[in-house]
């Protein structure tokens, strides 16, 4: 079984500032763990995701996360924040192998203040 | 690419009506499917997947059911909406063997 846990529900950051989102998860399985972003009222899009390959994932927009499997943490950073980054943002993780099913933290709302 | 379409977008329905939200895929064949609702505050919960026509597993006990009529046509259906229906159900298709979702723009559903 897989959890992660997302700590803060809200983070909040001033424009131009280093932007850290936390993430631990859980699994009994080798895990592929990803971020996503949700903008109000809109689906959710992927930032970036870990498949075994790169420890250090680079994303869109700016965004990158570090697999830790020492520490099980999946952190999310991007060095200086934007008025768009703006959003709410998910850490989900499942199993690389059977049949995969996406199990998210509760999110973190990131604002960012000029 | 996979794009993925939902409709109604928001929906204002009295408790104990009935409910139905479509999701439909293009762009790929015999994709797995998801239904997931968002509350405030309480993240994504995965209420339904299927991984096939007429195949439909159920996470939660709840006043939901789902069918797939059809290979990339995805309802989220209820006989007697309650209260505690009420949020925000997102559509998801995962990409074959990568464990990536692409999801839905979301239906918002009031129930009053």
């Known amino acids: 079984a897989q959890s992660v846990t997302q700590l803060g529900s809200h983070v909040s950051v001033s424009e131009g500032a280093l932007v850290l989102l936390r993430c631990n998860y859980s699994?009994?399985?080798?895990?592929?763990l990803f971020w996503y972003v949700q903008y109000p009222n809109q689906g959710l899009q992927l930032l970036l995701k870990?498949?075994?390959?790169?420890?250090l994932v680079k994303g869109i927009n700016g965004f990158e996360a570090e697999f830790k499997k020492s520490e099980t943490s999946f952190h999310l950073t991007k060095p200086s924040a934007h008025m768009s980054d703006a959003a709410e943002y998910f850490c989900?993780?499942?199993?690389?192998?059977?049949?995969?099913?996406?199990?998210f933290g509760t999110g973190t709302r990131l604002l960012v203040s000029p | 690419s996979q794009t993925i379409h939902q409709w109604p977008a928001t929906l204002v329905q009295p408790v104990g009506s009935p409910l139905s939200l479509e999701c439909t895929v293009e762009?790929?064949?015999?994709?797995?499917l998801y239904w997931y609702r968002q509350a405030a505050g309480r993240g994504l919960q995965l209420l339904f997947y299927?991984?096939?026509?007429?195949?439909i597993s159920s996470e939660v006990p709840q006043n939901l059911s789902a069918s797939r009529p059809q290979d990339r046509q995805f309802i989220l259906s209820s006989k007697k909406l309650l209260l505690s229906d009420s949020g925000f159900y997102l559509c998801?298709?995962?990409?074959?063997?990568?464990?990536?979702?692409?999801f839905g723009e979301g239906s918002r559903l009031t129930v009053l």
């Open positions: 762009g790929t064949s015999n994709p797995n």
């Open positions: 699994s009994s399985v080798p895990p592929y």
């Open positions: 989900a993780v499942s199993a690389r192998t059977g049949f995969q099913k996406l199990v």
């Open positions: 870990y498949t075994s390959a790169a420890t």
């Open positions: 998801a298709c995962m990409r074959a063997n990568t464990g990536e979702l692409f």
């Open positions: 299927s991984v096939g026509i007429g195949q």
